[in-house]
């Protein structure tokens, strides 16, 4: 018997397996830390401080000008449109009512209409009608603003015959429908003069309108020097708002107003 139970013994042993290794476990890694907020946000504040900040300049009027008083303006408004639309508008009356060619009589309006709209802004920064009633524009610097400025505010009957000719075209009233594309560019133009006026209207203490307002223009009266144009064209304009001022269509000295 004890040889038998040390047999089985010795086979027991051949027979059995070997336990597996455990295996460990991966340690965790620890996540960098992240550099401090409060840091960076010291370096920008640091950063800053070394920016100068600028005071910002109020586009006011400077305070050796003098707002155009309501005749000057008025009686600049008038001569511009005589001398910027009067020959269009009556060669257009009289085509309407003759037939003709009139090809060297429209050139000859368009001329007119762009001397007054684009050279003279380009050339002097001021238009007839500004020499007639002895009013020039300037800006907050005092300087005169860029041409566009004359040119747009020039535009404003434009836009009113355009925009009523596209309302008027688009077929309102007639059976056969309406074209709303010439509709709706008709008022998108008609908006333009409207916002002018609405401008006006709200700013009247400064007398700007719409494109005063965006080139930060102011109409002032204007003060003829002896040097200043004393002879040709633009002479004969000045000496025409001497004769006005003598008259005392562009108010008088001592005139306040509201």
Do not use: C
Request: aromatic share 12%; net charge positive.
């Amino acid at each position: 018997m004890g040889l038998l139970e040390k047999a089985g013994q010795m086979k027991d042993e051949g027979t059995s397996k070997p336990k597996p290794a455990k295996k460990s476990k991966p340690k965790p890694v620890k996540a960098a830390k992240k550099p401090a907020r409060r840091a960076k946000k010291a370096k920008v504040v640091d950063d800053l401080d070394d920016f100068e900040v600028k005071e910002r300049v109020a586009k006011t009027l400077p305070n050796e000008y003098e707002l155009a008083k309501k005749p000057a303006r008025f009686a600049r408004s008038l001569v511009d449109f005589i001398v910027t639309y009067g020959a269009f508008l009556g060669i257009f009356g009289t085509y309407l009512f003759y037939d003709g060619d009139f090809t060297y009589f429209w050139i000859l309006s368009i001329l007119v209409m762009l001397f007054n709209m684009l050279a003279m802004p380009i050339m002097t920064h001021r238009t007839v009608g500004n020499y007639a009633s002895l009013t020039k524009y300037v800006n907050h610097k005092g300087n005169p603003p860029i041409f566009l400025h004359q040119t747009f505010k020039s535009l404003t009957l434009l836009f009113v015959l355009s925009g009523l000719g596209l309302i008027l075209s688009s077929g309102l009233g007639k059976s056969g429908g309406v074209n709303s594309v010439n509709l709706g560019i008709g008022f998108a133009i008609l908006l333009i003069p409207l916002t002018d006026w609405i401008v006006a209207k709200i700013r009247h203490e400064s007398r700007q309108g719409l494109w005063d307002s965006m080139f930060f223009a102011y109409m002032v009266s204007h003060s003829r020097s002896t040097d200043d144009d004393a002879s040709g064209f633009f002479g004969r304009l000045e000496s025409s708002g001497d004769w006005l001022k003598d008259k005392g269509w562009l108010g008088k000295e001592e005139e306040n107003e509201d």
